[in-house]
């Protein structure tokens, strides 16, 4: 039910926006000065609140919410990893979001690879979900296009010595990806 007519909620226009604009601020702080046994339920929480924010009120806040983010792909809940996956995916695909917000992306990811890959590398090899793995081998598919070829090479060896491990999942779909996204670090590399 939640915030809706359903619920015997006002609807309002941009009460998405407004409802990030109030709790962001509130989930970072809360985030930054709890302690790291907590730290779950708030990434949990601002997942939930950008899952339902349209992507372009999310790219203005991006400074703020991709740090948040890549820590989201630390925690065990598979709906925190995937809600964190599809928002992330959603600023590196080409296809889903305009030229301003890939390289606004762009510049904020490039302080964030080292701990964005190795993050996204467990959660390819996440065993609980099937949508958890498609998003993380989507994701780093479109990694090398998005990031500076400096940023992204230190890993190339590390990205297809484990996505090895992935290429021999025992879902079709996960196992076309991830033989993808190793050609596709194999040739971007390779330049």
């Known amino acids: 039910l939640g915030l ?6 006002t609807v309002r226009r941009l009460w998405r926006q407004k409802m990030l604009a109030v709790e ?3 989930l970072s702080k809360g985030y930054t000065s709890v302690v790291v046994d907590q730290k779950g339920f708030y990434l949990q929480a601002l997942t939930y609140v950008l899952r339902g924010t349209p992507t372009d009120a999310v790219a203005l806040e991006l400074p703020r919410v ?4 890549v820590q989201a792909l630390t925690c065990e809940s598979k709906e925190t990893k995937s809600a964190a996956l ?7 695909s080409p296809s889903s979001s305009s030229k301003a917000t890939s390289e606004n992306a762009a ?22 979900s099937l949508k958890v793995r498609s ?21 190339r060896a ?8 992935t290429v021999t999942d025992h ?21």
Not at 135 to 155: D, G, N, Q, R, Y
Not at 158 to 165: A, D, I, K, S
């Open 4 to 9: 809706s007519k359903e619920g015997h909620a």
């Open 24 to 26: 962001l601020p509130r």
């Open 66 to 69: 991709l740090p948040l983010l």
């Open 86 to 92: 599809s928002l992330l995916l959603s600023f590196i």
């Open 107 to 128: 510049n904020l990811l490039e302080g964030q690879v080292s701990t964005l890959v190795p993050s996204l590398i467990a959660a390819s090899q996440y065993t609980s």
């Open 135 to 155: 998003l993380a081998v989507e994701c780093l598919t479109h990694l090398p296009s998005i990031v500076p070829f400096h940023k992204v090479f230190p890993f």
């Open 158 to 165: 590390q990205v297809t010595r484990e996505l090895g491990v």
């Open 171 to 191: 879902k079709r779909c996960v196992r076309l990806r991830a033989a993808n996204c190793r050609n596709v670090w194999y040739m971007a590399t390779r330049l």
